[in-house]
């Protein structure tokens, strides 16, 4: 049996957090790379109690760590930069003004680079695409194969994200905007949704054999949703004007796609939900 429940209480605890990212700092000449993300999006970062599989400190929850896809990236480019690696827990709607502010460096968060977040910081080049699928649990989405037959069900996507703009406008679903995955996990299982709306990455984590969760496989711009590649995929973000940009998509430029599947497959596997 699959430990959700232990992560769903912690997700709302992590939720409930008000976060700080300590005092502002000049990024290009710190030894210190702060970054940002949930640590509530399995596979791309999630939270744990130890340092188990190289999961990393969250400095502003004590005695609490954090692992994920995103988690590894991190690390990955803070050693490229030379830097010391600080990650903290930021509710989603808190990221973007974050680094603005010069209270984080970079997010790194499952984050995609749409034109709407363009205005507000820079994005790195990509660092994973993926497609959108919808998560449902039983036979709530028994017959769905495309984003046509969501007509009158009731689907849900997170507040703030493409996936929600893509929902409203493409299908003729009965929407509800939530706030984080782990409220449309609870809102799943207490059956007052069909499905949400969710990577596929997630997805896999989600979804594991034995459980009564399932996705239906959209494929981006063909059984799916008609997006851009900028809103199936995932960028680091950083303050506009940022010096380390140019760092960063150098390292970005030798971590290859078949890389990044294999550290996706490998985060998919050690997520809380496979547990």
């Known amino acids: 049996m699959k430990k959700l429940i232990s992560v769903i209480l912690l997700g ?54 954090t692992n994920g896809y995103d988690v590894q990236v991190a690390k990955k480019i803070a050693e490229a930069l030379g830097k010391e690696l600080e990650i903290y827990a930021y509710e989603w709607d808190s990221l973007i003004p974050a680094v603005q502010a010069g209270k984080l460096d970079m997010i790194v968060a499952g984050m995609s680079p749409t034109d709407e977040r363009k205005e507000k910081i820079d994005f790195s080049n990509l660092y994973y695409v993926s497609n959108l699928v919808a998560i449902t649990k ?22 703030g994200t493409s996936h929600l703009d893509a929902l409203a406008s493409q299908t003729k679903a009965v929407v509800s905007e939530l706030s984080d995955f782990t409220t449309m996990l609870i809102a ?28 239906v496989p959209f494929v981006n711009n ?23 940009l140019a760092e960063i998509n150098k390292y970005l430029d030798t971590f290859g796609e078949e890389a990044q599947r294999d550290l996706m497959l490998e985060m998919v596997k050690i997520s809380p939900a496979d547990e």
């Not at 300590?22 to 999630?46: H, I």
């Not at 188990?52 to 969250?58: E, T």
């Not at 990577?199 to 984590?205: D, I, L, Q, S, W």
């Not at 799916?224 to 010096?243: H, L, Q």
């Open 12 to 65: 709302i605890m992590l939720f409930s957090l008000a976060s700080c990212g300590g005092k502002t700092q000049d990024a290009s000449t710190s030894d210190v790379l702060r970054v940002g993300m949930e640590c509530n999006y399995a596979p791309y970062n999630w939270s744990q109690t130890d340092d188990s599989n190289g999961a990393v400190p969250i400095k502003n929850v004590e005695k609490m760590y």
């Open 138 to 159: 039983n036979d709530a989405l028994k017959g769905v194969t495309s984003i046509a037959d969501l007509d009158g069900k009731k689907i849900a996507a997170q507040s």
């Open 188 to 215: 799943l299982d207490a059956g007052t949704i069909d499905g949400y709306i969710a990577e596929e990455p997630t997805a896999m984590a989600v979804c594991t054999e034995g459980s009564a969760y399932s996705y």
């Open 222 to 244: 063909e059984t799916g949703f008609a997006i851009p590649i900028e809103d199936s995929s995932i960028a680091v973000g950083v303050k506009k004007g940022s010096p380390l």
